[in-house]
Nanobody, 122 residues
Framework: QVQLVESGGGLVQAGGSLRISCVAS????????MGWFRQAPGKEREFLAA????????FYADSVKGRFTISRDNAKNTVYLQMNSLKPEDTAVYYC???????????????WGQGTQVTVSS
């Protein structure tokens, strides 16, 4: 089992930046690919970014490419999502997820956090 806890969400003005974090516990964090997703009210959960267990490869959805950056610190069992140039349409609950695989994936994650709310005001 892997437990994931997100933090760092909040209210930010459009054009601003925010970094959210996800701390993992349980199994060996460095053996898991990690991903970030979000879900806005009335919408389906959306894939945003993923990173391999070594951190050597990342992948982004077109909607956030160039604005968001995923990174990880295996010594701290933490994955981050740096969000820049935020827009009101980025408002959502943001979730991290983990999957025991060496490759970067956009679906099929096994473990999920509870989410952290990000609100971008116009």
């Amino acid at each position: 089992q892997v437990q994931l806890v997100e933090s760092g969400g909040g209210l930010v003005q459009a054009g601003g930046s925010l970094r959210i974090s996800c701390v993992a516990s349980g199994r060996t964090f460095s053996m898991y690919a990690m991903g970030w997703f979000r879900q806005a009210p009335g919408k389906e959960r959306e894939f945003l970014a993923a990173i391999t267990w070594s951190g050597g490869r990342t992948f982004y959805a077109d909607s956030v490419k160039g604005r968001f950056t995923i990174s990880r610190d295996n010594a701290k069992n933490t994955v981050y999502l740096q969000m820049n140039s935020l827009k009101p349409e980025d408002t959502a609950v943001y979730y991290c997820a983990a999957k025991h695989t060496p490759v970067v994936v956009t679906t099929g994650y096994d473990y999920w956090g509870q989410g952290t709310q990000v609100t971008v005001s116009s």
